[in-house]
């Protein structure tokens, strides 16, 4: 038997085969993870993540009233989870269609101990990093658009105060830093100001 992981895992399974279920029930704990729900249908195994909120799902590909695909889908619209899928056999289209971000790995029944423990480890380890270049891109998204906003902020304090671009960001980073205030901050104020300005511009009154 395989030592027990660095990090316990609550785990989710969903198989319609009754001897697929026990074999969960009782080979996880002896990996080292707790079992949070072991349930025979898709429906039912999002209703019981709702409940839980594994760490991990198994579920297997395919079940009466709803497929592991289907049921991984809906999951992760309401939270993110990594799945490791379970089939009887290989399955071109199926596996096609399991290429999901949240697919982390795919298993061929019998599942055997070893088989599954690698498994497990190597979804949470995908899941990781894949969670790790989400926020890395999310990071660099934010940056992007607030480099827009202080761009657009300097032009406009380029415009109004007759500067070049280069003294009115040196003035917009010092007010920041008098003001307390971060620089892209500062910027969206500057940008609402603008509006205004041009609003004010376009009042008239009747003659």
């Known amino acids: 038997m395989n030592s027990p992981p660095s990090r316990k895992l609550r785990i989710a399974a969903a198989d319609d085969e009754r001897d697929t279920r026990q074999f969960f029930e009782e080979i996880l704990p002896h990996l080292g993870h707790e079992v949070v729900a072991v349930v025979s249908s898709g429906r039912e195994l999002i209703e019981r993540c709702r409940a839980t909120h594994p760490d991990l799902v198994i579920?297997?590909?395919k079940?009466?009233?709803?497929d592991g695909i289907q049921a991984a889908a809906e999951i992760n619209r309401e939270r993110e989870v990594p799945?490791?899928?379970v089939s009887g056999h290989q399955d071109?289209?199926?596996?096609?269609r399991a290429?999901?971000?949240y697919v982390m790995a795919y298993l061929v029944k019998p599942v055997k101990p070893p088989d599954l423990a690698a498994a497990l480890a190597l979804a949470r380890t995908r899941f990781m990093q894949y969670q790790q270049v989400r926020r890395e891109a999310a990071d660099l998204r934010q940056s992007l658009e607030e480099r827009k906003l202080v761009e657009r902020a300097k032009g406009i304090v380029t415009r109004r105060m007759g500067l070049d671009e280069q003294e009115a960001f040196r003035r917009l980073r010092k007010l920041s830093s008098d003001r307390n205030l971060k620089l892209v901050?500062?910027?969206r104020m500057v940008l609402n100001?603008?509006?205004?300005f041009a609003d004010l511009e376009m009042v008239t009154f009747p003659r």
């Open 83 to 85: 799945f490791v899928l």
């Open 99 to 101: 290429e999901a971000d």
């Open 63 to 66: 079940m009466p009233d709803m």
């Open 185 to 187: 901050d500062l910027a």
């Open 193 to 196: 100001a603008e509006e205004v």
């Open 59 to 61: 579920a297997d590909i």
């Open 92 to 96: 071109p289209e199926l596996l096609g």
